[in-house]
């Protein structure tokens, strides 16, 4: 999951990323994560058990994950709160936040938990009041992080397939976490080359595909979004003007019976959700 860091905390930042990337080769970036530093700490952590014991903490990761405040972590939870089901089976997600040391805070009724955790759990609440279930499945999420929104997902629900798709680093990662944990769902880690055109009963997004160049997105869309039965994507405008990305009305005007919800808790003022798909 990816959000807009505050000044300070990029300032603090930038100079830890610039000295690791002298040692890269240089080339050009594909999505704002694929700035060549966050793909080499995802390799580097799923080759090394030292580094995978803390890569949720690293600078450099924390540059586009696990950078979430402990406030919106209390917004989020407030909004779970409001899901009785979901808030009874809270220790079950907790069990995300046992790799890669997370930074956890106390939270009045959940305990020690990590703010990420608690949007994972978020967005597992909204797609549970947009789709009802998620059992039987075949589910494609683009952008995966290390993992945590599927195996949230897939600790509440029983979905039959769910396909992977991220960097090849990324993916490495995310495949390193989640055999720590039972996983009802079949996984299926993919690259965007390597992706098949299929008919998904839900595709999910939060922000990766909104942060991709236009050229890309449109392998998306032909591959999978205009595909889909139902869809999920959290929507955000920070992309370099290079890469022309398709901005939220050009998104409503290409996807299927769009409805578009606020962002809670809001990280930008201007993003928001894009959902397809409620009444199928």
Not at 102 to 123: C, F, N, Q, W
Not at 159 to 177: G, H, I, K, N, W
Not at 252 to 271: F, G, H, K, S
Request: glycine share 4%; net charge neutral.
């Amino acid at each position: 999951m990816k959000y807009v860091l505050g000044k300070v905390w990029r300032e603090i930042l930038r100079p830890i990323r610039r000295q690791y990337i002298k040692s890269i080769p240089q080339r050009i970036d594909t999505s704002i994560s694929d700035n060549q530093a966050y793909p080499q700490i995802c390799l580097d952590a799923s080759n090394d058990y030292r580094l995978f014991n803390t890569f949720r903490r690293n600078p450099i990761y924390n540059t586009i994950l696990e950078h979430m405040s402990r406030s919106h972590g209390k917004e989020c939870l407030d909004l779970i709160s409001k899901d009785q089901d979901i808030l009874e089976a809270l220790d079950t997600f907790k069990a995300n936040d046992e790799y890669g040391n997370p930074i956890m805070y106390e939270y009045s009724g959940a305990g020690m938990i990590s703010p990420s955790t608690l949007r994972y759990i978020k967005v597992l609440a909204d797609l549970k009041k947009h789709f009802r279930t998620l059992d039987n499945f075949s589910i494609c999420e683009i952008g995966i992080g290390y993992g945590g929104q599927c195996r949230i997902i897939n600790a509440y629900y029983k979905p039959s397939l769910y396909c992977l798709v991220d960097l090849r680093q990324v993916l490495t990662l995310a495949s390193r976490f989640l055999d720590k944990y039972t996983i009802p769902a079949v996984l299926n880690y993919t690259t965007m080359n390597e992706l098949g055109r299929h008919n998904y009963d839900l595709v999910l997004s939060n922000y990766a595909f909104t942060e991709l160049p236009r050229s890309i997105q449109e392998v998306y869309l032909e591959k999978v979004l205009l595909r889909s039965k139902r869809g999920y994507i959290t929507y955000n405008a920070i992309t370099p003007v290079e890469f022309n990305s398709y901005t939220r009305n050009e998104l409503l005007e290409i996807l299927p019976d769009p409805r578009v919800y606020e962002e809670e808790p809001l990280t930008d003022p201007n993003n928001c959700i894009i959902a397809w798909g409620e009444n199928v």
